[in-house]
């Protein structure tokens, strides 16, 4: 097998974020822990520019629950249709778990007084 298409089953949810990204990960954690990791989540900041669906932005993070790992190395990874090697990638990572196998999100900017129109992020997951 693969070094990439091994995981650790006992791994909850993945997170993809940028070495610029800041994660407030007891916010993270309070919000992950009422998701069911048997369930295949990408959760994060979704832009559509390159996709009709849509693709969770790689400079905002994203997140992939121990299933949606699962099913991307099972049913996408070797597939150069639906994960090509020629995209950024979080535009390839949009492409291939869009594919009617995962839960994709929407992100929420809450009005807040501390940060009015600020990039903040709360996932909310939608199915």
Do not use: W
């Not at 520019?49 to 121990?66: C, D, F, I």
């Amino acid at each position: 097998m693969e070094k990439a298409e091994r995981y650790d089953k006992s791994i909850f949810l993945t997170l993809q974020a940028d070495d610029d990204t800041y994660v407030v990960m007891e916010h993270m954690y309070d919000y992950l822990a009422t998701l069911d990791p048997n369930k295949p989540y990408y959760l994060g900041y979704r832009l559509k520019p390159h996709l009709p669906k849509g693709y969770n932005g790689g400079g905002a993070g994203y997140v992939l629950s121990r299933a949606a790992v699962k099913l991307f190395l099972e049913q996408a990874f070797h597939d150069r249709t639906l994960c090509p090697i020629d995209m950024h990638e979080d535009v390839g990572m949009g492409r291939s778990v869009i594919h009617d196998f995962v839960y994709f999100a929407t992100a929420m900017a809450p009005h807040s007084c501390d940060y009015p129109g600020s990039g903040v992020l709360f996932l909310k997951a939608a199915c």
